[in-house]
């Protein structure tokens, strides 16, 4: 079974301190689909970004990154000057394939990290 | 282009009391998916539907119903409720499912959510 693991419950940063959310998962596919996602005080789930398991390369949009480690099966994103609007909760999920590579969006999600920046 | 709509927003139930948590998308996605929010753990799979007149089970089915009554609808049944079943359902949808692209998986649009609390 997939499993995905955000050891860190909670950060507290000062504004514009970078800060990195781990994310490690458990598969036995070789295809399978990384996301991460942010939760707002508001409630709602927004997407970030999405990755593949056979594209490592890295992504950097705006004062995010992302850096996809096959080796070590981790996803970790990165806010670089984090800001007060940074602030909610970041979930790190994985969905697996069938034989032919086709996703039919099954989300395992890891326990979510809560992230707050202080002015 | 509401994107997600879930009714209600806050619900109180009885144990016992059964109830209806009502999704609809107006985004012509073939897939669509309850998740249960509790603390510490995430969002669970509860239910999913990969297309118009298919469901299948997530993680955690037990005490739960679905139908989706078109391809816009996707609502989800608590037959008799628990005190465990308080938790904050979520709604998503998405492009993916048995039309679904081979190597490539969509993210997927939230609802804001029904906060249940079962007494």
């Known amino acids: 079974a997939q499993k995905v693991t955000q050891a860190q419950t909670e950060i507290s940063v000062v504004e514009k301190e970078d800060v990195t959310l781990d994310c490690v998962y458990e598969t036995r596919d070789t295809t399978y689909y990384l996301f991460w996602y942010k939760q707002p005080p508001s409630g709602e789930l927004v997407f970030l970004i999405r990755r593949n398991s056979f594209d490592e390369q890295n992504e950097i949009s705006g004062r995010y990154s992302w850096n996809f480690q096959k080796s070590t099966s981790s996803f970790n994103f990165t806010i670089t000057a984090s800001q007060v609007v940074d602030s909610a909760v970041y979930f790190c999920?994985?969905?697996?394939?069938?034989?032919?590579?086709?996703?039919?969006?099954?989300?395992?999600f890891g326990q979510g990290t809560i992230l707050t920046v202080h002015p | 282009n509401a994107g997600v709509t879930q009714t209600p927003k806050f619900q109180v139930l009885k144990t016992g009391q059964s109830m209806t948590l009502q999704c609809a998308q107006d985004m012509n996605h073939n897939s669509m998916y309850w998740y249960r929010q509790d603390p510490g753990m995430g969002l669970r799979l509860i239910y999913y539907?990969?297309?118009?007149?298919?469901?299948d089970k997530g993680e955690v089915p037990n005490g739960y119903n679905v139908s989706r009554l078109n391809k816009r609808e996707f609502s989800l049944r608590l037959e008799s409720a628990a005190p465990s079943q308080t938790s904050v359902y979520f709604c998503?949808?998405?492009?993916?499912?048995?039309?679904?692209?081979?190597?490539?998986?969509?993210?997927?649009?939230f609802g804001p959510g029904t906060r249940l609390t079962v007494t």
């Open positions: 539907s990969a297309s118009e007149g298919t469901t």
């Open positions: 999920a994985l969905s697996e394939a069938d034989a032919g590579g086709t996703s039919y969006g099954k989300l395992t």
């Open positions: 998503a949808s998405s492009e993916d499912g048995v039309i679904a692209v081979r190597g490539f998986s969509y993210e997927q649009y």
